[in-house]
């Protein structure tokens, strides 16, 4: 059980990580890169907290472990359903947030699968490289 003091400051601590995930919709992060951006001038927060702070984030729905590499586990924000276009020639990716969809309601429906996150890739060219 955490004290006020405590639950205080982890709040402070979980939104200025949930912070980084809004910022950057359609990256993930380990809580070693966390821990880079947020120590990136001063030292201000300590791995411990980093990971409490993820876990607490993962508790409440707003990330998930979306990959695991080399033991190393990688989170990004839930419900943020994107589209990637990929230029076959530049190599440049645009991003296209999916809102107002109900393809997780198909999904529970049909397959009893519970959406996590979805990511429609598009690969093309783009309108610089027509
Ligand atoms: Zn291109």
Known sequence: MLTLKEDK???KNKRIV???FNLNPFTTFSVNRLLEIINKDAQVMSKRTVFRAVKKLIETGKIYCSEMKNRTRSFELSKNNYCV???EICGEKNFVKIS???IDQILMAYYDFSLKRLAIEVRGVCEKCC
């Open 9 to 11: 400051i982890l709040s």
């Open 18 to 20: 949930y912070e980084i």
């Open 100 to 102: 107002d969809n109900n």
């Open 85 to 87: 276009m990929t230029c």
